[in-house]
T-cell receptor
Framework: DQQVKQNSPSLSVQEGRISILNCDYT??????FLWYKKYPAEGPTFLIS?????DKNEDGRFTVFLNKSAKHLSLHIVPSQPGDSAVYFC??????????FGAGTRLTVKP | GAGVSQSPRYKVAKRGQDVALRCDPI?????LFWYQQALGQGPEFLTY????????KSGLPSDRFFAERPEGSVSTLKIQRTQQEDSAVYLC???FGGGGAGELFFGEGSRLTVL
């Protein structure tokens, strides 16, 4: 969906280092933003979200940053662990249940 | 069950055949979504139900695609006269609320291969 762009199809980091996954969107009507994580042969599972009234939300090793003026959000994972290896989808949504997904970024965390 | 259940997990169809994909959402969840995920892509929205009402079907790619949720729980996505471009994983998701900003709970998907 061209409304949501995850420009890095893949990312490889060393265990213990920071992983930064980026997402850009075009629709200014999006007012909440979710990240989903997907393992092979499984459906996506919710990871973390942020509403448009915030610029940062933190949950353990995961932090999402939102820059509304730039229509950009990022997911930081620190420290990265091998079990974090998965595909991560950025999914902005609006209050009318319109949720869009990016193409995903495949994260590989090397031991 | 505790999660969203989809069946069949895998379906191989000959071109022109009709298929039906089933979704059992989490009990009590008001909202139900269908997404199509092609290889290497993110999930693409197909349609959305609030209880039994289909409130948005703007993502259905053609009139060969039809979805229903007659009693507000189980949903079926039907694809008539399947084409090779219909090959994808079809994901069903549900959420508790009827409004926006809700976390979606996904099933494992139904992988359709059209030969």
């Amino acid at each position: 969906d061209q409304q949501v762009k995850q420009n890095s199809p893949s990312l490889s980091v060393q265990e213990g280092r920071i992983s930064i996954l980026n997402c850009d969107y075009t629709n200014s009507m999006f007012d909440y933003f979710l990240w989903y994580k997907k393992y092979p042969a499984e459906g996506p599972t919710f990871l973390i979200s942020i509403s448009s009234i915030k610029d940062k939300n933190e949950d353990g090793r995961f932090t999402v940053f939102l820059n509304k003026s730039a229509k950009h959000l990022s997911l930081h994972i620190v420290p990265s662990q091998p079990g974090d290896s998965a595909v991560y989808f950025c999914a902005p949504g609006s209050s009318n249940n319109d949720m869009r997904f990016g193409a995903g970024t495949r994260l590989t965390v090397k031991p | 069950g505790a999660g969203v259940s989809q069946s069949p997990r895998y379906k191989v169809a000959k071109r022109g055949q009709d298929v039906a994909l089933r979704c059992d959402p989490i009990s009590g969840h008001v909202s139900l979504f269908w997404y199509q995920q092609a290889l290497g892509q993110g999930p693409e929205f197909l349609t959305y139900f609030q209880n039994e009402a289909q409130l948005d079907k703007s993502g259905l790619p053609s009139d060969r695609f039809f979805a229903e949720r007659p009693e507000g729980s189980v949903s079926t996505l039907k694809i008539q006269r399947t084409q090779q471009e219909d090959s994808a994983v079809y994901l069903c998701a549900s959420s508790f609320g009827g409004g926006g900003a809700g976390e979606l709970f996904f099933g494992e998907g139904s992988r359709l291969t059209v030969l």
